[in-house]
């Protein structure tokens, strides 16, 4: 560890569950979001108590990494399928286990929309985290379904336009499954925003707790190098571009899923 | 239970075999498509004076209709070619069903097309239009639509749709909505009412196998799909509606406005272990209540 | 419950994985092996195991991963265009070491194909289809007492080296019916599953338990490069090859002809086989039993002067190539393939009198 690690983790903490890895701590790029998504969803599960049922499905993506740095029970499957393996664990270990996958946007609603509409169909109780950098990240910033209109990618040179489409807004599509109890988007850009999320993402956990149904929490990443954007930048073009095409908030709670949530959360 | 799957018969070479359970021809081996004149049997001539048939149902030499007795995909085809007639649209029309006992009804259709794999038909039709259409901004024709089943549409095909509707092509999606899959024996399917009893579901199925999707209502949240409706063949009046539904969706592909959608209520009598008689009765009691007919985004 | 059942083959299976102690069962409908799925439908959740109903055979195969990874049994079964959806899935569970079973009821291809029998998964089940690199042993049962009791052996075989195992059934074999005897069969024991995925609470030692796809890409503490990954592998199927090779040979010793075949042709071969000698001709067969390891030794013990080979199958020749391969250039190696079908519509069947027929033409030369 170097002394910059050490002292980042004297100002803020960080949850026991990252594992301190020799080489190198944070395989992500600088100034990327998809860490501290998966940082916010460590310490709901800490809070929440729920570290030794927590099963993590993780799929291909930049959160690939993340199976050799979080000390939790984790599957790896294959590039879309997590919603799949996810659905199996959960039906397979039939205890309290909290299951839930780490995606990024193109593993979730491009490949994986298939496995992930028809999990949402069959009322899955089990979580998904769809990490949104509105770009295919891994492989060098191409476009994605969640890419906004307008944003250069390298396969839309001159920006996403309407003859690619439109940018998909998965949590609201996910609500209008009955078998779905809840939905959420948040954003990673301000501790305020993180903060949210975190919210989000216990009463994503606590609705599967309860056996509501599907539970679902898209987190707005920044991807600087791929946008070719300094991290700063990155944020404000979040902010500015992301955010306004990609409304945060919730879009599902059902009915007394709050209620229960709270003594689930407890 | 099933020796006795229809799947064989969703391939070329079953067409002209002989089907377990296909309706017996009452039709003599026939001519030309177009012939309207000339020697028929006179069961034949009364169903083509009183209500005309569209001139693309081919006449095939063995077997005029390929499904089984009650099956109501081939009247929801129908109502496409009516319209398709009334447009003058047949000649512009490329057709991709997918797999499925839909995946018959092109053999009979004398309409250019193409047969993909189980679940892909939104796939082949946004190539296809993008190949054959003219441009970006001028994708008005030809007409491509894919005729597909729903578990073909919605279980094995669900990133397709998915991904077609996000991309906005300007396609047709065709979905026949039986709410099994009638081809293997009546399974359950994504769209299987609570309740119903199939196969895989002998109980009937429960919220531990989810609830049924309606898909004209989620693609109605996407903003690249233009036109979502539902229907039903159950009535005359209820087949009217959706000849006008199947009619605004080709509208809307023609002016180039996105992916449009209509799903339509069809009859499975063997599958569901019904006479045709209580099938359209079942529909109207138990499926119709559980997927609202309308129109769910449109002009 | 009974001992004795008069069954199908697709029901034998069933009951052949319900005695291995299968928990979970994943599938998507296809011809011919709608029984099988039906089946596990029917009786699982009623016994309070795991039935589920992908939404496609992509979908099948990556839950098959999912339940492998808590260390339960689980099995699915497909036909040839399910299988080729499978590819991907199959390489994924063969680098993250995952035991399971999958039961590939054979119709005829390419494409949609037909749906009825025929033999033309032999290549793409014996030497894979996704991303290379993987061997996956391949049973082939040709009679419904095999199709049960294959399916605990395949299970043990998965468990024993951590790897898929395929169980390669066709259309004859899912619908016929036959006597099947229910017995509980005996295997060595084995490790437990310390390594199954279930909550860092639930391991004795309280340390966690990962499963991954990207095994020798990202380092483990057992195999922290890339090369001492694909080492492990090459030993598994080193050890595979030399220890998991099983067959069936008749009347070889002395044969001047010897027939090789799998499956339901194996049936078939053993009827001209009975034929023929009944003629006086000197027959024998020899039926591959894992077509993956392939009995190659088998059949080279038996090249000595004057003997030949016969492979009859139901596809243009997948099989032959191994055989061939096997034979060299010491003894000739002909073939019977499913141009010899009595008839060409998809339900044309190649009988033991045109094998008997084959036979008694390469015998007259
Ligand atoms: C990859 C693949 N998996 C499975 C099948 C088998 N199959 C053929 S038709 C069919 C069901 C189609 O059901 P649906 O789309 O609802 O149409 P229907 O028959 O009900 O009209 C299936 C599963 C196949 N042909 N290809
Ligand atoms: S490419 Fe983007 S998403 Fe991937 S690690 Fe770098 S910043 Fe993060
Ligand atoms: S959909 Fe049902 S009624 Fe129609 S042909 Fe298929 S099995 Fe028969
Ligand atoms: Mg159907």
């Given at each position: 560890m170097t002394d910059i690690g050490v002292k980042k983790e004297l100002v803020a903490g960080r949850p026991d569950l990252w594992l301190r890895m020799e080489n190198n701590p944070i395989p992500s790029c600088p100034g990327c979001h998809e860490p501290t998504a998966m940082r916010a969803i460590l310490e709901a599960l800490e809070e929440l108590d729920a570290v030794g049922d927590a099963v993590m499905v993780v799929g291909v993506g930049c959160s690939f990494a993340f199976q050799s740095m979080v000390d939790l029970d984790y599957l790896v499957c294959a590039h879309g399928r997590p919603p799949d393996g996810a659905s199996a664990v959960k039906r397979v270990l039939k205890g309290d286990h909290v299951v839930f996958t780490i995606q990024g946007d193109g593993d979730c609603i491009a490949i994986g929309a298939g496995a992930l509409i028809n999990a949402a169909a069959r009322a899955e109780k089990i979580t998904i985290f769809m990490l949104n950098n509105a770009n295919y990240g891994t492989t060098g910033g191409q476009l994605a379904p969640t890419t906004p209109l307008g944003h250069v990618t390298s396969t839309t040179p001159g920006g996403r336009t309407p003859a690619h489409g439109y940018p998909v807004r998965v949590p609201e599509l996910l609500a209008t499954f009955q078998g779905v109890a809840y939905t959420a988007r948040g954003a990673m850009n301000s501790p305020a925003n993180y903060q949210k999320t975190k919210g989000y993402i216990k009463k994503a956990f606590a609705a599967q707790r309860v056996s509501l149904g599907l539970s679902f929490v898209e987190m707005l990443c920044a991807c600087p190098p791929n946008w070719h954007m300094t991290p700063l930048d990155s944020l404000k073009w979040l902010e500015q571009t992301v955010i306004p095409q990609f409304p945060l908030g919730e879009f599902k709670d059902v009915q007394g899923a709050s209620g229960k949530t709270q003594e689930a959360t407890r | 239970m099933n020796g006795e799957s229809r799947e064989g018969l969703a391939l070329f070479g079953g067409v002209l075999g002989v089907p377990p359970k296909a309706l017996k021809s009452p039709l003599p081996a026939s001519r030309e498509r177009g012939d309207t004149g000339g020697e028929r049997t006179s069961d034949?001539?009364?169903?083509?004076?009183?209500?005309?048939?569209?001139?693309?149902?081919?006449?095939?030499?063995?077997?005029?209709?390929?499904?089984?007795?009650?099956?109501?995909?081939?009247?929801?085809?129908?109502?496409?070619?009516?319209?398709?007639?009334?447009?003058?649209?047949?000649?512009?029309?490329?057709?991709?069903?997918?797999?499925?006992?839909?995946?018959?009804?092109?053999?009979?259709?004398?309409?250019?097309?193409?047969?993909?794999?189980?679940?892909?038909?939104?796939?082949?039709?946004?190539?296809?239009?993008?190949?054959?259409?003219?441009?970006?901004?001028?994708?008005?024709?030809?007409?491509?639509?894919?005729?597909?089943?729903?578990?073909?549409?919605?279980?094995?095909?669900?990133?397709?749709?998915?991904?077609?509707?996000?991309?906005?092509?300007?396609?047709?999606?065709?979905?026949?909505?039986?709410?099994?899959?009638?081809?293997?024996?009546?399974?359950?399917?994504?769209?299987?009412?609570?309740?119903?009893?199939?196969?895989?579901?002998p109980g009937g199925r429960t919220p531990d196998y989810g609830y049924p999707v309606r898909v004209p209502e989620m693609l109605a949240t996407f903003q690249g799909v233009a036109y979502a409706a539902r229907g039903a063949v159950n009535t005359p009046a209820n087949y009217q509606k959706t000849r006008a539904y199947i009619k605004k969706a080709f509208q809307t592909q023609m002016a180039g406005r996105g992916l449009s959608m209509v799903e339509v209520l069809c009859s499975c009598p063997p599958d569901w272990h019904m006479t045709p008689l209580n099938s359209l009765k079942w529909i109207e009691a138990h499926i119709i209540p559980q997927f609202p007919l309308g129109e769910f985004k449109g002009p | 419950m009974a001992d004795r059942l008069f069954v199908q083959g697709n029901e034998a299976v069933a009951w052949g994985a319900v005695s291995a102690g299968c928990e979970a069962f994943f599938g998507y409908p296809i011809t011919p092996q709608n029984e099988i799925?039906?089946?596990?439908?029917?009786?699982?959740?009623?016994?309070?195991?795991?039935?589920?109903?992908?939404?496609?055979?992509?979908?099948?195969?990556?839950?098959?991963?999912?339940?492998?990874?808590?260390?339960?049994?689980?099995?699915?079964?497909?036909?040839?265009?399910?299988w080729g959806l499978m590819q991907e899935g199959m390489s994924n569970l063969a680098n993250a070491e995952l035991p399971c079973v999958v039961v590939l009821v054979q119709r005829g291809g390419p494409g949609a194909g037909t749906t009825r029998h025929a033999q033309m998964d032999y290549a793409s089940a014996t030497h894979g289809g996704g991303a290379g690199g993987y061997r996956n042993i391949v049973l082939a049962p040709a009679s419904v007492q095999e199709l049960h009791d294959f399916m605990p052996l395949a299970f043990h075989l998965a468990d024993k080296y951590r790897n898929p195992v395929v169980v390669l059934s066709d259309a004859i074999l899912g619908q016929m019916a036959e006597p099947l005897e229910r017995k509980q069969l005996e295997f060595e024991p084995l490790p437990p599953k310390d390594w199954a995925v279930l909550g860092k609470a639930h391991h004795a030692d309280g340390k966690r338990r990962g499963i991954s796809i990207g095994q020798g890409f990202i380092p483990n503490p057992d195999f922290p490069t890339y090369l001492s990954f694909i080492d492990h592998l090459d030993k598994k199927t080193k050890q595979m090859r030399q220890d998991e090779v099983r067959f069936e040979a008749l009347n070889v010793e002395s044969a001047r002809l010897i027939l090789v075949a799998y499956g339901s042709m194996a049936r078939a071969c053993q009827g001209a086989m009975e034929m023929a000698r009944a003629e006086g001709l000197d027959v024998g067969m020899l039926r591959p039993i894992t077509l993956w390891p392939f009995p190659s030794q088998a059949i080279r013990r038996n090249i000595r002067e004057g003997v030949q080979f016969l492979v009859v199958e139901d596809s243009l020749g997948q099989m032959v190539e191994d055989v061939e391969t096997a034979v060299g250039e010491r003894a000739p190696v002909h073939f019977l393939g499913m141009l010899a079908r009595h008839e060409p519509r998809e339900m044309g069947m190649i009988f033991p009198d045109r094998i008997l027929e084959k036979i008694k033409e390469i015998c007259r030369k």
């Open positions: - | 034949h001539m009364q169903r083509q004076l009183v209500a005309g048939r569209p001139d693309a149902w081919m006449r095939l030499e063995f077997n005029p209709i390929p499904t089984c007795p009650g099956c109501q995909e081939p009247t929801a085809t129908r109502a496409v070619l009516d319209v398709l007639e009334e447009m003058g649209m047949e000649g512009e029309a490329i057709l991709v069903p997918g797999v499925g006992c839909h995946s018959l009804i092109p053999f009979m259709l004398d309409l250019d097309h193409v047969m993909s794999a189980h679940g892909r038909p939104p796939d082949l039709a946004s190539a296809i239009k993008r190949v054959l259409g003219r441009g970006a901004a001028d994708r008005a024709l030809p007409l491509v639509f894919t005729l597909q089943g729903d578990g073909d549409c919605i279980a094995i095909g669900a990133g397709s749709l998915v991904n077609a509707a996000a991309r906005s092509e300007n396609i047709t999606v065709l979905m026949l909505n039986n709410v099994n899959y009638g081809t293997t024996g009546g399974q359950m399917s994504p769209t299987t009412p609570l309740g119903h009893a199939t196969s895989t579901t | 799925t039906e089946w596990f439908a029917r009786e699982f959740p009623r016994m309070g195991r795991v039935f589920l109903q992908s939404q496609s055979e992509t979908g099948s195969i990556n839950m098959l991963h999912g339940a492998a990874a808590c260390g339960v049994r689980a099995m699915t079964s497909t036909s040839g265009p399910g």
